[in-house]
């Protein structure tokens, strides 16, 4: 298998730790290629705790992000856990994104619906992008800027100079109305980078190997995929997680 490594020209912040990463199919979770992790790192990360472990939970309201993810509900301590891992690049992530977020709002009090990243290699953006939404969730537009980068997928996708890219995604930020030096200070910092890589490799540990992915208390869905309706997410999310 194929392998490419996450380097300085994949990240916008220079000298970025490296780590090899495995292609994986962006699909609708019906065909995906096996994700393995290389490199130093066997086992998540301390900044990867377990999804499915509500001990881990620190956020408190909708829009916050904790050891769990970023939350798309309010955070119940004791319910069950569902987290989308998904890869701003993926044209089938833009099309869940919509359905998921609908489902969130059907499982308030239910459970904790949550979300963390998974760029695959196969799509030279995808990091930045991951980068250009953490950014913008530290000023509390998460799902505004990744809605922003599905909508707009094909106008930066294939943008190879980074300085580029890290430009469209600048007038983005403009456009929500986020503090520019803010935005460019954070999409760099070395705690955006670490966030994304622990997500990826708590990703790979559970067994995610493609994109959008979901997992129930760290059980990855093979049945759930873009394509599925908020109703049956909503049935098969419960039934994984005992609740039906």
């Not at 290629?33 to 066997?42: F, I, L, N, P, R």
């Not at 990744?146 to 997928?153: V, W």
């Not at 294939?158 to 890219?165: F, K, S, V, Y």
């Not at 430009?167 to 460019?184: C, H, I, P, R, T």
Request: aromatic letters at 6%; proline letters at 4%; charged letters at 25%.
């Amino acid at each position: 298998m194929t392998q490419l490594p996450m380097t300085r020209r994949t990240l916008f912040a220079l000298g970025a730790p490296a780590a090899l990463v495995a292609i994986a199919a962006c699909s609708s979770g019906s065909s995906k290629s096996e994700a393995s992790s290389s490199g130093s790192q066997g086992s998540a990360s301390s900044s990867a705790s377990a999804s499915g472990d509500t001990s881990k939970m620190t956020a408190t309201k909708v829009g916050e992000r904790d050891e769990v993810g970023y939350h798309l509900n309010t955070p119940k301590q004791g319910a069950p856990i569902v987290t989308l891992y998904t890869d701003y690049q993926c044209p089938y992530c833009a099309k869940a994104e919509p359905t998921y977020e609908k489902v969130a709002k059907e499982l308030e009090g239910t459970m904790n619906v949550t979300v963390r990243n998974m760029p695959l290699s196969m799509h030279k953006n995808a990091i930045p992008a991951a980068q250009a939404v953490q950014a913008a969730e530290l000023q509390d537009k998460h799902l505004e800027m990744a809605n922003k980068l599905f909508e707009t997928q094909d106008s930066w996708k294939d943008i190879a100079e980074q300085t580029e890219l890290a430009g469209v995604f600048l007038s983005y930020a403009q456009e929500l109305g986020l503090d520019e030096e803010k935005f460019k200070a954070d999409l760099v910092d070395q705690k955006t980078v670490d966030l994304i890589k622990g997500d990826f490799e708590y990703a790979q540990n559970i067994g995610v190997q493609g994109t959008p992915q979901f997992a129930v208390n760290d059980k990855v869905l093979e049945n759930v995929e873009s394509s599925t309706s908020a109703e049956d997410m909503i049935k098969e999310f419960k039934q994984a997680a005992g609740l039906s």
